[in-house]
């Protein structure tokens, strides 16, 4: 596990109550196992990596709840208004993971 609650709540997030906190956890560790092809464990985990992965799980667990899409577009009758779509899920955590994680983590070369 890159994260613990503990750590979590004592870097300053918040958002996932503790009880749901696991399943979330796991989620953005997949994702970050992902991103980096299985390059980062638990024992070489950085702190800055740790952070990334509690951005990760935040973003994940907001993106998940009710409400939480905006309006892009609507209409009324014959009137009808299209907003610019938002970064999508996996452009919010590709912008993560190049914050919190060196190239040479992220890189998939031989």
């Known amino acids: 596990m890159y994260v613990t609650y503990c750590t979590y709540t004592a870097m300053g997030y918040s ?10 956890s796991a989620m953005a560790e ?4 992902k991103y980096t092809f299985d390059r980062i464990t638990d024992k070489d985990i950085t702190r800055t990596n740790q952070r990334g992965v509690c951005e990760i799980i ?8 009710p ?3 905006p309006v892009v577009s609507f209409s009324n009758s014959k009137y009808s208004e299209t907003y610019a779509a938002p970064p999508t899920l996996d ?3 590709r912008s993560f993971m190049g914050i919190y994680f060196t190239a ?3 890189w998939r070369g031989f």
């Open 67 to 69: 409400g939480s899409q």
């Open 30 to 33: 997949q994702t970050v196992r």
């Open 104 to 106: 040479d983590q992220l």
């Open 91 to 93: 452009e919010r955590v």
């Open 58 to 65: 935040d973003l994940l667990y907001k993106d998940a709840q």
């Open 15 to 24: 958002a996932v109550p503790k009880a749901e906190f696991a399943r979330w």
